[in-house]
Nanobody
Framework: QVQLVESGGGLVQAGDSLRLSCAASGRIFGVYHMAWFRQVPGNERDFLGAIKWSSGNTYYADSVKGRFTISRDNAKNTVFLQMNSLKPEDTAVYSC????????????????WGQGTQVTVSS
């Protein structure tokens, strides 16, 4: 199986930046995407963005486009989420996920999940 471990969350002030990491282990073959989601209490997980592992092509939700950037380190099997100009409404649990083959925009399409890391943005 695939294991995903997120790190880098914490408490920051509005306007600050933060970089989250997702380290993957296990075997993944062929075409796949790695994505970032976030969830606040009472809500479903919302898609933030994804990266196609082989090509590095990235895709972003309109809500975070221009502020959040996804990148990868192939040698370390790690994907990053760089978050800039953070706002209080960005407060959530952030999770990474893996989906085989084509890009997906909903949480139910993804096969593997990390445990999540809390990001809290104060006013």
């Amino acid at each position: 199986q695939v294991q995903l471990v997120e790190s880098g969350g914490g408490l920051v002030q509005a306007g600050d930046s933060l970089r989250l990491s997702c380290a993957a282990s296990g075997r993944i073959f062929g075409v796949y995407h790695m994505a970032w989601f976030r969830q606040v209490p009472g809500n479903e997980r919302d898609f933030l963005g994804a990266i196609k592992w082989s090509s590095g092509n990235t895709y972003y939700a309109d809500s975070v486009k221009g502020r959040f950037t996804i990148s990868r380190d192939n040698a370390k099997n790690t994907v990053f989420l760089q978050m800039n100009s953070l706002k209080p409404e960005d407060t959530a649990v952030y999770s990474c996920a893996v989906k085989a083959l084509g890009l997906g925009y909903t949480s139910r399409e993804y096969d593997y999940w990390g445990q999540g890391t809390q990001v809290t943005v104060s006013s």
